[in-house]
């Protein structure tokens, strides 16, 4: 796969955050792997947060599994979607991150890539398939993946 579009602009010291909207993603009807997700996430620059949001419904195997890939894994009661969000947000004023990349199919989160915009950190969304996609979300980033 070929290298991000900040990548290429900014060199390889590109530091990329990663939020992974599990519930959203992780579903079989779009055979999406950890592994992909990461590797999506990379070829923008150096993963410096890795992080995968699972409700308290989610198997141990997928959290054990998320921890395997080197995910900090943030299990919640609450909704993921908030959770999300709110640290993504954060992460936009108290993380040295250059690339915000929120894998999801949601369009709640938006309004993070809006501000991340703002700020000026590249944004970048990842599609879990064609029919999993948020066009809002898409057309809000700098730049944007569906996987296949």
Same mark, same amino acid.
């Given at each position: 796969? /070929?290298? !991000?579009?900040?990548? +290429?602009?900014?060199?390889?010291?590109?530091?990329v955050g990663l939020f992974v909207d599990g519930p959203n993603v992780l579903r079989d009807e779009f055979e999406v792997d950890l592994e992909d997700l990461?590797?999506?996430?990379?070829?923008?620059g150096?993963?410096?947060?890795?992080?995968?949001y699972l409700d308290e419904n989610a198997p141990a195997g997928l959290i054990q599994?998320?921890? /395997?890939? !080197?995910f900090d894994? +943030?299990?919640t009661s609450g909704d993921v979607d908030v959770k999300l969000a709110v640290e993504a947000t954060a992460s936009v004023f108290e993380s040295d991150l250059d690339v915000l990349a929120i894998a999801s199919r949601d369009t709640d989160f938006k309004p993070v890539i809006e501000l991340a915009n703002r700020t000026g950190i590249g944004t970048f969304a990842i599609a879990p398939g064609e029919h999993g996609r948020s066009d809002a979300l898409v057309r809000a980033a700098d730049d944007a993946v569906v996987l296949d």
């Open positions: 796969m /070929a290298m !991000g579009w900040l990548s +290429r602009r900014l060199g390889s010291k590109t530091r990461r590797e999506c996430g990379s070829e923008q150096t993963l410096a947060v890795t992080r995968l599994a998320g921890e /395997a890939h !080197g894994v +943030r299990v």
